[in-house]
């Protein structure tokens, strides 16, 4: 069973910064391929960034693209995601999620492929 929290989410000006963390329990985080996703209110949740568990392979959605990072620390089983420039239309409730059997070089972007998911954390960006 795998755990995950995100936190770091909160208020923020349009063109302000914002880092989200996401806390992974289990002994194998390093073979975990993680991402980001978020869902906007009345909107489908929508893929944001991904990760390898080797840290070499990162993928993002084209609308963060330039403005989000997705790392990770394993050592410390935790990722972020670091926010930049941030807009109205990057509010949303921000959810962690875990591929627990991927390879480790494929940082993968839709749902079904993940196994575990956080609780969320919510961003609202005031224009």
């Known amino acids: 069973q795998v755990q995950l929290v995100e936190s770091g989410g909160g208020l923020v000006q349009a063109g302000g910064s914002l880092r989200l963390s996401c806390a992974a329990s289990g002994r194998t985080f390093s073979r975990y391929a993680m991402g980001w996703f978020r869902q906007a209110p009345g909107k489908e949740r929508e893929f944001v960034a991904a990760i390898s568990w080797s840290g070499g392979s990162t993928k993002y959605a084209d609308s963060v693209k330039g403005r989000f990072t997705i790392s990770r620390d394993n050592a410390k089983n935790t990722i972020t995601l670091q926010m930049n420039s941030l807009k109205f239309e990057d509010t949303a409730v921000y959810y962690c999620?875990?591929?627990?059997?991927?390879?480790?070089?494929?940082?993968?972007?839709?749902?079904?492929?993940?196994?575990?998911w956080g609780q969320g954390t919510q961003v609202t960006v005031s224009s």
């Open positions: 999620a875990a591929q627990t059997y991927g390879s480790s070089w494929y940082a993968p972007k839709e749902e079904d492929e993940y196994d575990y």
